[in-house]
């Protein structure tokens, strides 16, 4: 498996757009992540899309953003959109996606990385402490989370 830019799999784009307007999006949102991808490909230094490829598939992405929590602008850069194929779940892919953010944000001199999920006991088992609840728009109780980002 290979951990790319999305620029370098743009094959895979409305696949992807596809994954994500289902797993986290409402209603007909499928434009707003479609423009989350297009922002990934502008050359600003963020956000970020990456893409987990086997062979000619796309198995799965993950970005790194600005800001995924609009009540938490104060935290910063975050781990977010983390989506693995059904079909290919339960190997891994997963933590291999989140070590790819991890590398990127150290090497781009990021002390701090963060993510807000609503599932309890599953980013705990890769290093994330859970540092409290947040709000998504408007009243939706998430949890935040933190990883420290050291030499290495
Ligand atoms: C969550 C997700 C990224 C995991 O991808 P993956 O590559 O299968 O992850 P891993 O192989 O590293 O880990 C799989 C483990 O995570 C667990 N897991 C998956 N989804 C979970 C959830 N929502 N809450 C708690 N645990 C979960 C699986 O039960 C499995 O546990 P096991 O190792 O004890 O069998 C993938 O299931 C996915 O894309 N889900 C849809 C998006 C989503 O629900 N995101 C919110 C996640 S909290």
């Known amino acids: 498996m290979t951990i790319v830019p999305l620029a370098e ?27 989350i991808l297009q922002s990934s490909l502008s050359g600003s230094d963020l956000p970020l899309t990456f893409v987990a490829l086997e062979g000619d598939r796309a198995v799965g992405t993950v970005g790194l953003w600005r800001c995924d929590l609009i009540s938490r602008q104060d935290l910063f850069p975050w781990l977010a959109a983390l989506y693995v194929d ?18 990127e944000s150290h090497q781009r001199g990021y002390a701090d990385l963060y993510l807000y999920s609503a599932c309890a006991d599953y980013y705990e088992r890769f290093g994330w ?17 933190h990883q420290p980002l050291r030499a290495g």
Do not use: M
């Open 86 to 103: 059904e079909g290919c779940r339960g190997r891994g892919i997963s933590e291999k996606l989140q070590q790819r953010v991890r590398e």
């Open 9 to 35: 799999a743009l094959a895979h784009r409305e696949q992807i757009t596809e994954w994500l307007y289902k797993a986290f999006g409402s209603g007909n949102s499928r434009a707003f992540f479609a423009s």
């Open 129 to 145: 402490r859970y540092i409290g609840d947040a709000l998504d728009y408007p009243d939706r109780a998430v949890r935040l989370y």
